[in-house]
């Protein structure tokens, strides 16, 4: 006699079929199920630091830190990512005006207007304090010191009132030219924008390489969109150190030290608020920094090269920046031109 198989009754499938798209779902979700596996203490930020340093790599005299890896190779294939000839600026307008995130607006104060008698010239000034979150900067590798050292084994006592003696922003007066990868993380999870305190993770860089088709590369910039600056527009602005920022968990930096970027940029701090490391602030900024000798873009204008880029399906661009040549500054404002 012939047996027929067993059909399992309607419930039971409808409960495999539920554990299946279940299953498919939260694995297709980024961060869903990386949070515990990406806890990390203090003491694992020290062995980090350790662990990720690039310290005496270039030479114990070096001040450039990761941006040697943009090498004339590299700036090559960055030109010739050029092919559309289109130009998206990635800085935000300046903010004149005290915000919940802006304690220190940009001061425009008008030397003469032209209206004089005889009057020709139209002369002004500019003043800011750069470094925060609301204005687009580049922060230099003297900008963090860790145990008294800077990125390299360069000493606190290098810096002095004139300025930083060693790793100053002018030591990237040549420019910034190589190839630049967006990482659209709330249109990864379908949003527009991330909350704040919105951590992302490893699982989230590579979801996002995966589904952009590109893959982090020695010497590229990578910028990490949150989103910021449409939810201030939407929602106006908020006080990141109450409220949060969203942003890297400090479990990212291995992947992009394995990586060898070159910088690291973002339209928030880069680190996510709170940290989520007990009694560490900026996990991020310190390994970036201070061990890792990786500048930073910070607060820069993402939204209008995110849609450019979807409009394009193209995730990597030429990035091109100079930062003021200021003798021992800790960083600069500038203006990054992404070029596709």
């Not at 800011?128 to 084994?153: E, F, P, Q, R």
């Not at 919105?198 to 979801?207: G, Q, R």
């Not at 150190?241 to 060898?260: F, I, P, Q, T």
């Amino acid at each position: 006699m012939k047996l027929l198989p067993h059909r399992p009754s309607p419930d039971i499938c409808r409960i495999l079929c539920l554990v299946l798209w279940s299953t498919i779902l939260f694995a297709a979700i980024p961060g869903v199920t990386t949070a515990q596996s990406a806890a990390l203490s203090k003491a694992d930020i020290d062995r980090l630091h350790k662990e990720l340093s690039n310290w005496d790599r270039w030479g114990k005299d070096d001040q450039l830190g990761t941006l040697n890896l943009i090498t004339p190779e590299k700036r090559v294939q960055a030109a010739s990512l050029v092919q559309q000839g289109k130009s998206v600026s990635l800085a935000r307008l300046v903010e004149k005006q005290t915000a919940a995130d802006n304690g220190s607006p940009f001061q425009h104060k008008m030397l003469s207007t032209g209206k004089g008698p005889g009057s020709q010239w139209v002369t002004d000034q500019f003043t800011v304090n750069y470094h925060g979150i609301a204005h687009t900067h580049m922060d230099s590798l003297c900008h963090l010191i860790h145990d008294g050292k800077l990125y390299n084994g360069f000493t606190q006592s290098d810096i002095t009132e004139s300025g930083a003696g060693k790793l100053g922003i002018q030591t990237v007066r040549t420019g910034i030219f190589t190839r630049a990868i967006l990482m659209d993380i709330p249109r990864l999870r379908g949003v527009k924008y991330l909350d704040p305190g919105t951590p992302i993770y490893v699982a989230d860089l590579e979801a996002w390489e995966n589904r952009a088709g590109v893959r982090v590369g020695s010497g590229d910039v990578v910028f990490i969109r949150t989103g910021k600056w449409a939810r201030r527009d939407e929602k106006g602005a908020w006080d990141s150190a109450k409220d949060g920022l969203a942003g890297l968990h400090a479990s990212c930096v291995k992947w992009l030290r394995n990586r060898d970027i070159a910088m690291l940029g973002s339209d928030a701090a880069s680190d996510v608020v709170p940290s989520g490391v007990p009694g560490v602030d900026q996990p991020v900024h310190l390994l970036i920094l201070n061990a890792m000798g990786t500048p930073i873009f910070d607060n820069c204008e993402l939204e209008e090269v995110a849609r450019v880029a979807a409009e394009l399906k193209r995730w990597e661009f030429l990035i091109t920046a100079a930062p003021l040549a200021v003798e021992g500054g800790t960083g600069s404002p500038l203006n990054p031109i992404a070029v596709f």
